[in-house]
């Protein structure tokens, strides 16, 4: 039996990286997977690369999920499709770095939008789906959400990352009574499109970060939804409210 079969599972940001690999193994372990992204292009590769392999990918793009009557739309199709959700998976957000004297209002307003609010939006359209029948968030934090760091002027991605940690924790007080289970995931540095960047020519104090992880490696996409995959199933039927930090042990040092 597969850990996910017979469940549907909406994933935002299906296009590549960390939602790409969630995709693929989301129906690999036997869920119907609804995705959508921004880019139809790179939404239309994943269900391919699904497809290929026997996998149930199904998408609509373009479709911004940081627009609440957009994600919304996405959300109510899907439902009315598949005859209800079994697993939201908030995955998709698009960043903004700047120094706290640099940064500007607009800036700020995007990042905490398109990492904080992204997530409400799709939680609020499908809290009514999830309680029909019980079912899981997952939601995608950060380390960043926890801490500072030197490498990256990262104030409103940390403010809006812990944002999600701890609306975390509200959905599964809220969500406790209907059957719902709500969980985080914060990831150290994975290596994704959005990070080859730094991959290629990282920063000596990010380097200083890798140098001191125990686990000897930066993460890949596969060790976050490997996680994800456990939380999202039945398995994890008695755990919710967590935040699961997946990050080769970094934090663990002083
Ligand atoms: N990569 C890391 O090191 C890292 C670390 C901690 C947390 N995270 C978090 O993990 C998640 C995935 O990150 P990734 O590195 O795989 O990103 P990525 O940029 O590689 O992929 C994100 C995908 O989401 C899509 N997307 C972005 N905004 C969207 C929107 N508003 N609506 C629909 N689709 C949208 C993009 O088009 C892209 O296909 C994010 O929430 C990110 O903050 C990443």
New binding site residues.
Partial sequence: MRRLEGKTALI??????????AALRFAAEGAHVVG????ER??TETIDLACAVGGAVTGS???????ATA?AAWIDEAAAAHGGIDILY??????RFGAIDEISVEDWDFAIG??LN?VFYAVRAAWKHLKARGGVIVN?????GTRGVEFMPQNA?GAA?AGVINLTQQLAVEGGPHGIRAVCI??????????TFLVEDPPPALRATWDRIPLRR??Q?AD?VSAAVFLASDEAAWITGVNLVVDGGGSVLG
Avoid at 61 to 67: L, N, S
Avoid at 186 to 195: L, M, N, R
């Fill in positions: 935002t940001g299906i296009g590549g990286g960390m939602g790409r690999e959508c992204d921004l880019d790179a939404l793009a373009p479709v911004d999920a940081g627009d994600v908030n995955n998709a957000s698009i960043q398109m990492e992204i995608i934090g950060s380390i960043a991605h990352k914060s990831p150290g540095f994975i290596q994704t499109p959005a990070t930066v993460g996409p976050v």
